[in-house]
């Protein structure tokens, strides 16, 4: 039977980034990922990239002319420095994010940190226990949990539709065995942290914190994780929630959930604005499309983005939607994973 292409009243609509009051953001790394968030961002908003720091003047100087940013820093110290800028997006590696936080919050400056939002929990803390003495919004840039089918997904399942939820799989797996930092331990390389933090993240948002966690998986010659499976259970709960992620081959990247009265399908990539496909146990199947405008190509930053700002108008030190306990949890759970894996960073 071909699904229907509607949506019950049920589902909570996404809220508009464009009605976010504008900030003035820093971007701290200019990299693939700093020019997503300088490319959709601002197109998709109200907010304004202001200026953005390489440690590499040149490299600064590019990004900048690319992107028609106006200021460009040579060195993270002198954009955390800026009077005029109110957030600073942190986009470098893993392994830097902590040292990189924290300079920004000591600076007095509000944080937008990516995922995985530090190398492991301890770093994690740290970050959060800075950001709460000084009274500064930090949250971590999970942007799939602000997507619009990510919003729906949360109201189905708040309003009961799908029944006791039993199972959750998820799955990310791109071919980038020859991105350099993901093969370099001190960078904090592997699947794990680039990956496999969306399927673990997925899973958390469903079911919250897990009970117990079994990891299994295959190191690279040089011990970090190239390719793991994640099973995780839940106390009180018949559930359980299957992860997998790797950087040797590009998968179908689709994540389902499955309760006691139906069952969600997202399209893949899920991590990224898609559709699902909602098959209840009695009666007809029916299709959430994203909003118009938005693909899974192009545009998505922008609702991260607008939390922020929003946060930070009202006040507020952290994300209702993004909250520290989920990124600190999720933290939790890499770090059991890596220790059953066996790998560790160098410093840890």
């Known amino acids: 039977m071909e699904a229907q292409v509607t949506a019950p009243n049920l589902l909570p609509a996404p809220t508009d980034p ?5 900030l003035r953001w820093g971007i701290l790394g200019a990299g693939g990922i700093a020019r997503r968030f300088a490319r959709e961002v601002p197109a998709r908003s109200a ?20 992107h028609g940013v106006g200021r460009a820093y040579g060195s993270y110290e002198l954009l955390v420095t800026d009077e005029d800028v109110d957030v600073i ?13 924290l ?5 007095g400056k509000h944080v937008l940190v990516e995922k995985a939002f530090t190398r492991n929990a301890d770093e994690a803390l740290e970050v959060l226990d800075a950001a709460r003495e000084r009274h500064l919004f930090v949250m971590e840039a999970m942007w799939t949990r602000f997507l619009p089918h990510m919003v729906a997904l949360r109201g189905l399942i708040g309003s009961g539709a799908l029944g006791e939820i039993l199972a959750v799989t998820a799955d990310h797996g791109q071919r980038l065995d020859t991105v350099e930092r993901l093969l370099a331990p001190e960078l904090a390389g592997g699947a794990l942290l680039d990956l496999g933090v969306y399927p673990v993240s997925f899973a958390y948002d469903v079911l919250g914190a897990p009970a117990s966690v079994h990891a299994a998986g295959v190191l690279t010659d040089v011990g970090v994780d190239a390719h793991e499976a994640v099973t ?5 709960t018949r559930a359980v929630a299957v992860c997998t992620s790797n950087m ?18 997202i399209d893949g990539p ?3 604005p898609t559709s699902f496909t909602v098959t209840p146990f009695s009666g007809a199947p029916w299709r959430f499309e994203p909003v118009p405008g938005i693909t899974a190509a192009d545009g998505g930053f922008e609702f991260q983005a607008a939390e922020v700002a929003r946060c930070v108008a009202d006040g507020r030190r952290e994300s209702v939607d993004m909250p520290w306990r989920a990124t600190l949890e999720v933290m939790e759970v890499l770090d059991e994973v890596r220790r059953q894996l066996g790998v560790v960073y160098p410093g840890e």
């Open 18 to 22: 464009t009605d976010a009051p504008p």
């Open 47 to 66: 907010q304004q990239v202001l200026a953005v720091a390489s440690r590499d003047q040149r490299r600064a100087d590019a990004f900048a002319a690319e």
């Open 89 to 101: 997006y942190i986009a470098t590696p893993h392994s830097a994010h902590r040292d990189h936080a």
């Open 103 to 107: 300079l920004a919050l000591e600076a």
């Open 232 to 236: 995780l259970t839940y106390a009180g």
């Open 248 to 265: 040797w081959a590009t998968t179908a990247t689709t994540a389902s959930v499955v309760g006691t009265e139906g069952r969600v399908d």
């Open 270 to 272: 899920f991590y990224r």
